[in-house]
């Protein structure tokens, strides 16, 4: 099966990656995206713009059967806000609301919570009650760390040690704010703050006893519409197996949201392009997917999951974008959620393709992904990272410099390449060469409860 056997699949990839490179529209529709629409922040009219300007681009593509589907969710408008330290030392800092953070005028002591791990609010016991916890926000690579606590997790467990409110610090210097969603009816004010602010903060805390911060707020919430975008490529027909590809078109509401996640869903919509000028290959068809709303809580693979239910047991892969396109091209991975029946299979594909990729597995539950590995989908994503970075975490994700100079044509054409020619192998592979399987809901609890889920989904009533 591979390429350089299968004088019909060379062909093909050939064709593909031809079409990909003499073409710019992955970066026109990145222009369209961040600098026509706007910031796509969930459920805001922005979004809504960037929904017509995707279904557009995959009409024009090719796609078939491109529609919208609507579904509600509780969105979150940003206000004003401030935080000031009151004691040892009298000072003012800039901050951001993290989405979904309650209005607030709040004084109080704050406490210096570390990494704001588990370990580290049962280290401090009932020392953080009625206090601002103040911890750092990731603080692990994503790719290489076993498991690297979420920012709702911290929260978590900073309001369950009774904290009165929650100060999440960037890693990355740079004077960058970090911003991250909470959930709807957060409880306690949550903010972000740069790394030089969140130092500052810790530092000037030691002058004296007593540290305390005033934080006040006027974000608002309100129930809306919004949509996923949703386009096919049909199949030959021969089976009713098909493959459903996706990347969130909405943003933070604090910059272009270029690489998180603009560039994925470019990479989305040009890998249909290629693959829609080579249709007449396709064994199983594809599903394209532009989710709305992953930043404030994956409400759009939710809804997705919620209406598509009985379909499920027919896709045989979920190719989730969250982070393709960024950076120079070279540094893809594919990213497991617990399949490593299916690290060889795309391992392999590396070796066919002459071109590297790297191919890890880990339970990870925080992007569009998910709703479908819960649902038994075997599921992973393509990711790139830009190696000039040498930062941790996000990037220059969820902060404001996430802007459209840090992604460049080439990133773009090379993730569509890796996502067309992958998507291309998942169409065709006969059964007998596919290793993927669902999971039973049971064997999704176990992973579920191995991976430190199970207390999260059983909160939101989604533990399978
Ligand atoms: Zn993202």
Redesign the pocket.
Known sequence: MAEATNSNLLATNRQIIGDVFTSDASYQLLLQLCDVCGNRFAGSPSERKAADTIAAAMRANGLENVHLEPFEITAWTRGTTTLRMTAPVERDFSTLALPYSPACDLTAEMIDCGGGEQEDFTRLGGAVAGKIAVCAAETGNWLTAKKVSHRTDKYRWAIAAGASGFIFINQNPGQLRITGSLFPNAPIPGIGVSWETGNAILRLAKHGDHPTLHISDTGTSQRVTTNNVVGELPGDGSTDEFIVTGA?YDAHDIADGAG??GAGTCTLVEAGRALANVRGELVRGIRFIAFAA??VGLFGSWAYRDEHERELSRVRYMLNL??AGQGGGGSETMSLTGTPELAPFFSALAEEFSYKFDVVDRFAGH?DHFPFTLAGVPAGGIASRDARQGMIGRGW?HTEADTVDKVSLRGLQMAAILTARVLLRLSVTPDAAWPGRHRTPEELRQQVEENDYTESLTRSRRLP
Do not use: A, R, V
Request: charged share 55%.
């Open positions: 969130h998180d996640d992953e930043e969250d982070g992007s994700g």
